[in-house]
C-alpha cells in the first residue's frame, strides 16, 4: 500500500508569539517549530497500515520554506520511506496549499493520502479537503481510526456526541486526530537512517489563497478573577455570583 | 439578485441550533449589505423542519430532498451547494462550523475557487467587504480576513451567533436535486447511536470539565453528576491527561488536540490550565475554576475560583444548582 501523508512545520504549541512589524505576520525568531502534532496522527497511521499490509511505501510531502526539510526529516525519522519538499517563497495557507499539493499528487501513484484534521496555526482544518476536492477523490476528515480491505476504506469519523462509519473507496484522503494512532517516537536509529533517506526538492509556486490576512492582533487578555472563597462552604457565593453578576444561570 | 448564502445542518429530520446561529449570522450581514438571506437544507424528510429558519431570517429557504441525502455525502452536498452558490452568484457563504460543516465547507470552497476561513467568531463589513476575524494559534491570536475575490466561505464557530428568532416567515422553495449514491466514492454507513443523543461539549452552553484532579475515572461521576444538575443544558468535558489515561472518550477532550469550545459557562475541575487546554476554552465567556491548589494557572483566566478539594465542592455544587433551578 501507498501512501502520502502531507505535513507542516508549525511553532511549538508553548510557544510565546509575536505580531510583526507588518501586523500580518508572526515574527519566527525565538520560536521553536515541530511538525505539526495532528501530522504525527497521520504519519503514524501510515506506519501502521504499511506494517499491518508488510509492504508498501510511505512517502511525506511539505509545502513550505527551505526551513520545512527539518520536519521532513522529523517524518523520516519516524520510518517514512521518502520525503518531497515543494518549496515556497513566503506563507501559503487553505486553497494556495492545496493547490501545489494536488499539483503534484496528480502525477504520483497511491493509494491513501493522509493529513492531519487541522494545522495548529492557522487552525484552518480545509487543506485535507480542498486537495481532495481539487484531486476528485472521496474523504473524510476528523478520522480516529480506520481499516483498509478489498480496496475500501473503513473510517471512524468524530462527530458531535458520537461518530460515524463512513465508507470510501481508495485512492481517498482522510484528515486525522487523536484515536487510534499514538504517534512514535523517532529512535535514534530512525533519527540516523533518517539522514540517507531521499528527500526531494522542488521549487513550487503558491497563488492567491483566495482569502487574505489584514490585520492580527492579541485577543483582551483574560483578567484573573476572584476567588470566591475556600471549600464547600463558598458555593453558594459563587452561584449567588452567576447567577446575579454574570447572569449566566 | 445576489444575496448571503446560509447552509443549515439538520440531523434526524431536525435544523440543528447551529444552524439557526448560520442563518442569524448571515441575516446580520444581509442587512449590512442590502441583501436576502438564502437558507439552503438537504436531507430527507426535513421540508417540515426547514421552515423554521424563516424565523431567523431568512428570506428563502431551499430545500433539497434526496434520499441518498438521508445521510451526510461529502461529494453529493458539494455539488448540489456549489452550483447553488454559482447559480445565485451569492455574496458570501456561511456554513456551520461543525463537523459536518468543516468537512464540507472546504470542499465546496475548492471546487468555487474560493477562499475559505474556519471557526469565525465576528462578521462584519468594512467598505463593502465582508470582514471575518478568527482566532489563530490556539486562540493566541485574532486574524481579520478578507476574501480577494469570488464568493468567500465561511464556517461560523457554535454559540457565538446566538440565535435571534424574527417575526419575519421566509419563504420555501423546492430545489431540484438529481443525486445517485453509487455515484459516491464515500458514503456514511452508520451514525454509531446512543452517543448522537448526547449533548456535544463543541456545542454546549455549558461545560462542566474534569481533569487528572479528579484522581480516577469512578470519580469523574462528580463532574456528570454535576453536568446533570443544569438539566439537559450542560456537556462534559475532559483535559487531555484524563483522555491519554483512558478514563474518559477523546471525544470529550479540550484543547489543542481536542475541541475548541465556546460555552456561556466553562467549569474547570481539577485542571491546571495548561496552555494547551487553554487554547480550546479560553474564548468561553465565563470560567470557573476548582482546584486545591491557589498557584494553578486555571486561575489566571478564571472569573471565579474556589480553592478546595472538588471532593466536596462538587457534590456541594450540584446539589445548589438542582436547588436554584428546582
Ligand atoms: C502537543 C500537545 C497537545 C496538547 N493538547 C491538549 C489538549 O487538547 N487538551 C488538554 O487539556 N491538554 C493538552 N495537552 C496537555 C497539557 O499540556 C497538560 O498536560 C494537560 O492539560 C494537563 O491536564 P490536567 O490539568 O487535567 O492535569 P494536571 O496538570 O495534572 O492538573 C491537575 C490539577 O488538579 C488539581 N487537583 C488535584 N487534586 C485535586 C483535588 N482533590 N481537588 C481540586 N483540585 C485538585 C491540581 O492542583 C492540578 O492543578 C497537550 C500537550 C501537548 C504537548
Not at chain 1, 50 to 57: F, I
Not at chain 1, 81 to 110: C, M, S, W
Not at chain 2, 190 to 214: F, N, P, T, Y
Request: aromatic share 6%.
Amino acid at each position: 500500500m501507498k501512501s502520502i501523508v502531507c505535513v507542516k512545520r508549525v511553532p511549538d504549541t508553548e510557544a510565546r508569539l509575536r505580531i510583526a512589524g507588518d501586523e500580518k505576520s508572526v515574527e519566527a525568531a525565538g520560536v521553536k517549530f515541530v511538525l505539526n502534532p495532528y501530522d504525527e496522527f497521520a504519519v503514524e497511521a501510515a506506519l501502521k497500515h504499511k506494517e499491518a499490509a508488510g509492504s508498501g511505501e510511505v512517502t511525506a510531502i511539505s509545502v513550505g520554506g527551505a526551513e520545512s526539510a527539518e520536519t521532513l526529516r522529523t517524518a523520516l525519522a519516524m520510518g517514512a520511506d521518502n520525503a518531497v519538499l515543494l518549496k515556497t517563497a513566503g506563507r501559503a495557507e487553505g486553497l494556495a496549499v492545496a493547490r501545489v499539493l494536488a499539483e503534484e499528487i496528480k502525477g504520483r501513484e497511491y493509494d491513501l493520502l493522509l493529513f492531519g484534521m487541522k494545522a495548529i496555526d492557522d487552525d484552518l482544518q480545509a487543506v485535507g479537503p480542498m486537495t481532495a476536492e481539487l484531486l476528485g477523490i472521496p474523504a473524510a476528515s476528523a478520522v480516529t481510526e480506520f481499516s483498509v480491505a478489498d480496496g475500501r476504506v473503513t473510517a471512524h469519523r468524530e462527530i458531535e456526541g458520537g461518530h460515524e462509519v463512513v465508507e470510501l473507496r481508495m485512492p481517498c484522503a482522510l484528515t486525522m486526530t487523536k484515536g487510534a494512532y499514538e504517534p512514535r517516537y523517532a529512535s535514534l536509529k530512525g533519527i540516523m537512517a533518517a539522514k540517507k533517506k531521499p528527500l526531494e526538492e522542488k521549487a513550487a509556486t503558491a497563488g492567491d489563497a483566495g482569502v487574505e490576512t489584514r490585520k492580527l492582533s492579541y485577543p483582551s487578555e483574560r483578567q484573573a478573577g476572584r476567588i470566591v472563597g475556600q471549600g464547600a462552604d463558598a458555593v453558594p457565593a459563587l452561584l449567588k455570583l452567576l447567577r446575579e453578576e454574570a447572569k449566566v444561570l | 439578485m445576489p444575496g448571503i448564502f446560509a447552509f443549515a445542518e439538520t440531523r434526524d429530520g431536525e435544523i440543528r441550533k447551529v444552524s439557526q446561529e448560520v442563518v442569524t449570522a448571515a441575516r446580520k450581514l444581509a442587512d449590512a449589505l442590502g441583501t436576502e438571506v438564502h437558507a439552503v437544507v438537504l436531507g430527507s424528510g426535513i421540508a417540515g423542519a426547514a421552515a423554521e429558519l424563516g424565523r431567523y431570517g431568512a428570506d428563502k429557504v431551499f430545500v433539497g430532498e434526496a434520499a441518498a441525502f438521508d445521510k451526510y455525502s461529502a461529494e453529493g452536498f458539494t455539488t448540489v451547494i456549489s452550483s447553488f452558490i454559482k447559480e445565485h452568484g451569492c455574496d458570501v457563504a456561511l456554513f456551520p462550523a461543525s463537523s459536518l460543516g468543516k468537512d464540507l465547507a472546504p470542499r465546496v470552497a475548492a471546487r468555487l475557487g474560493s477562499g475559505y476561513s474556519s471557526d469565525v467568531i465576528g462578521l462584519e463589513v468594512q467598505g463593502g467587504a465582508v470582514v471575518a476575524t478568527r482566532p489563530e494559534y490556539g486562540g493566541k491570536l485574532l486574524s481579520q480576513v478578507a476574501a480577494t475575490g469570488g464568493t468567500p466561505v465561511f464556517s461560523v464557530r457554535a454559540n457565538v451567533f446566538l440565535p435571534v428568532e424574527n417575526a419575519k416567515a421566509g419563504t420555501v422553495e423546492t430545489l431540484n436535486v438529481s443525486v445517485n449514491e453509487a455515484d459516491f466514492g464515500a458514503i456514511v454507513r452508520e451514525i454509531k447511536a446512543g452517543a448522537a443523543e448526547k449533548l456535544d461539549v463543541g456545542e454546549a452552553g455549558i461545560i462542566v470539565a474534569g481533569g487528572r484532579g479528579l484522581g480516577s475515572p469512578e470519580n469523574f461521576k462528580l463532574v456528570e453528576d454535576l453536568a446533570a444538575a443544569f438539566g439537559g443544558k450542560a456537556a462534559v468535558g475532559a483535559s487531555r491527561a484524563v483522555v491519554d489515561a483512558g478514563w474518559r472518550p477523546h471525544a470529550e477532550q479540550v484543547g489543542q488536540t481536542g475541541k475548541t469550545v465556546a460555552p456561556t459557562l466553562y467549569i474547570a475541575a481539577g485542571i491546571s490550565g495548561a496552555i494547551q487546554h487553554l487554547a480550546g476554552m479560553r474564548t468561553a465567556r465565563y470560567i470557573v475554576a476548582i482546584n486545591k491548589d491557589p498557584e494553578a494557572p486555571i486561575f489566571k483566566v478564571a472569573d471565579y475560583g474556589i480553592v478546595g478539594d472538588l471532593n466536596e465542592i462538587l457534590p456541594r455544587m450540584a446539589d445548589e444548582v438542582r436547588k436554584m433551578l428546582a
